[in-house]
């Protein structure tokens, strides 16, 4: 059936060219429909977060290593900062293709998908 609205939200006239509002967070969680994540998935977000604040130069904290498995990684609590990224989402690879931009990422993921 679709998703129904109130009439008052649907501005008079249709929809403007950008139904996407703007954010007014300073920061968003982005999660795929095929993610399942591990239970301390917000405690590493949290802890992580002051370095997102503070360096201007990190773009962004992900939650997911493509090589974390548990039974060859040696630290649960170690995290990486990379600005190559080649087996990541490809448009995080167009803003960070400079090379000005920086990613940290955890050593034992914390998300992994199940859809593929």
């Known amino acids: 059936m679709g998703a129904q609205f109130r009439s008052e939200a649907v501005p008079a006239g249709g929809l403007p060219d950008d139904v996407i509002p703007p954010f007014s967070a300073k920061n968003i969680l982005l999660l795929e429909e095929d993610i399942v994540v591990a239970v301390d998935i917000f405690k590493y977000l ?67 998908h199940v859809g593929y």
């Open 46 to 112: 949290h802890a992580m977060y002051p370095l997102l604040e503070k360096d201007e130069t990190i773009l962004g904290i992900s939650a997911f290593n493509y090589h974390g498995y548990r039974d060859v990684v040696e630290s649960q609590t170690r995290s990486f900062r990379t600005s190559s990224i080649k087996k990541w989402f490809n448009g995080l690879e167009v803003v960070m293709k400079d090379g000005k931009k920086d990613l940290i990422y955890p050593e034992i993921t914390r998300a992994k």
